[in-house]
């Protein structure tokens, strides 16, 4: 009895000294490296299991569930993993599970967040040239990494959009788009691809809107083109496009006025005649263009080219009335 007794403690010493050593699930520290307008990139400590099974990665849109397995990954050596087909700026809550073949350890929850899509900016425009910028919000890794910003356009709101350009720098935000119509409207944006292999992923920025500005322009206008000699006549300039500020030069006749630098020239002459005036307009880029040609037709100044001509008419005919009515009264005098 004695002797089964001992056989008995000594199998149990046995069993229990065969048991593993460190077979405990390990609890993993789960940490964020990156993230884009669709994916996060996770990380964690790799798990110290003797008996290691898998790891498996949960997650949720609230910190107190549900939960939802996104992920079983049975390489211990494996402790990155990308989430992706997320949506643009939103909150995720994600744990990991470390199981072994005698129990599991659950990680801390971590909150992540998906980025915005980048954002485009005009950020200077001349007549043949839009000058782009944007920012990129996205932290790139291994397993999401930067691939290329395409640069789009098209000239028309229903029209189809055009590949300008493609950029491999993640270090490049900007882009001069050159060779466009002076005056014109175009729409631009970008689109970030990011990913390797055949899971790629595009986001596209906002669409901006920008009108080259428009060749240098001017003509003039009058209120009359004939005028007597005395009067006045106002001629008004009217410039576009280019780059102001505009210098004005007049001309009459081929010749230049002398003073006279603004948009507006008020012309008068003591000598009548047939009188041609236009503008000559120069901008800040030392452009130069003509306006078009008024002529105004000057005649001479006198009583019966004027309102005064009326008044002395009608004077006249009160004076003979005055000297009727006058013979009249004295004739009847004399009949008396």
Do not use: C
Request: no cysteine; aromatic share 12%; proline share 3%.
């Amino acid at each position: 009895m004695i002797i089964a007794i001992l056989v008995s403690f000594g199998l149990l010493i046995l069993g229990f000294s065969m048991l593993p050593v460190g077979h405990g699930a390990t609890t993993v520290s789960l940490s964020s490296i990156a993230h884009t307008e669709t994916t996060i990139t996770l990380s964690w400590t790799e798990s110290q299991d003797r008996y290691f099974v898998n790891y498996t990665l949960y997650m949720g849109l609230n910190v107190n569930g549900p939960y939802n397995v996104i992920a079983s990954i049975t390489n211990k050596a494996q402790t990155t993993y990308a989430v992706t087909s997320l949506n643009y700026s939103t909150n995720y809550y994600f744990y990991i599970v470390d199981y072994d073949s005698f129990g599991s350890a659950r990680s801390n929850t971590l909150e992540a967040n998906t980025t915005s899509p980048p954002v485009l900016n005009v950020n200077s425009v001349t007549q043949t040239t839009v000058s782009l910028t944007w920012t990129d919000y996205n932290t790139y890794s291994s397993l999401v990494p930067f691939v290329s910003y395409t640069v789009e356009m098209k000239s028309l709101t229903g029209g189809n959009w055009s590949t300008v350009s493609i950029i491999n720098s993640v270090s490049s935000n900007s882009f001069t788009v050159t060779g466009l119509s002076p005056g014109s409207t175009y729409y631009f944006r970008i689109y970030d691809t990011v990913g390797t292999g055949t899971n790629l992923f595009n986001t596209f920025s906002n669409t901006v809107t920008a009108t080259t500005i428009p060749l240098l322009s001017v003509s003039i206008s009058s209120g009359t083109t004939s005028i007597s000699t005395g009067q006045n006549v106002d001629i008004k300039a009217l410039a576009n496009g280019g780059y102001p500020p505009y210098t004005y030069t007049w001309y009459v006749n081929g010749n230049p006025v002398n003073g006279v630098t603004g948009n507006v020239y008020t012309f008068n002459t003591t000598a009548p005649g047939t009188y041609n005036i236009y503008v000559s307009v120069r901008d800040s880029s030392g452009t130069t263009v003509n306006s078009n040609t008024i002529t105004i037709n000057v005649t001479s100044s006198s009583i019966f080219s004027s309102g005064a001509f009326l008044w002395i008419i009608i004077l006249i005919i009160l004076i003979v009335v005055v000297l009727v009515i006058l013979m009249i009264f004295r004739k009847g005098k004399r009949r008396w």
